[in-house]
């Protein structure tokens, strides 16, 4: 089994139109989001469970950006997360038995995870 593990990150603005906290509601403020993405399969492709560079790739289109912009759903961090999580799926092969993984922190001790 090989569990590949990638810690990255991006900067990022959004407001939530639902948030509880009347700040996050009332104007866009910004966080410097980190991301940590586990990727476990028994299986390489190439040689390699995925590119390093691709997984980057998918996390930078959020990077200097507002997020409500460019998103078509409420850029919560458990959206976001989910988000990340539905790219890698979709780029891994659908074929092989591949565990994925995503955690997202908004700031250095609020993180959410989400895996299926």
Same mark, same amino acid.
């Given at each position: 089994m090989y569990i590949l593990k990638l810690k990255t990150g991006f900067s990022a603005a959004h407001q939530l139109t639902n948030a509880y906290d009347e700040k996050c509601n009332a104007s866009i403020h910004g966080h410097d989001w980190k991301v940590l993405?586990?990727? @476990?399969?028994?299986?390489?492709i190439n040689n390699m469970v995925i590119d390093f560079k691709k997984i980057k790739e998918m996390i930078n289109e959020l990077d200097h950006k507002n997020l409500n912009d460019i998103l078509d759903f409420e850029p919560t961090a458990e959206?976001?997360?989910?988000?990340?999580?539905d790219k890698l799926v979709d780029f891994?092969? @659908?074929n092989e038995k591949i565990e994925i993984?995503?955690?997202?922190w908004e700031a250095d001790n609020a993180s959410i995870t989400y895996f299926e």
């Open positions: 993405v586990e990727i @476990k399969t028994e299986k390489l959206l976001i997360t989910k988000y990340i999580y891994l092969p @659908k993984i995503v955690t997202v």
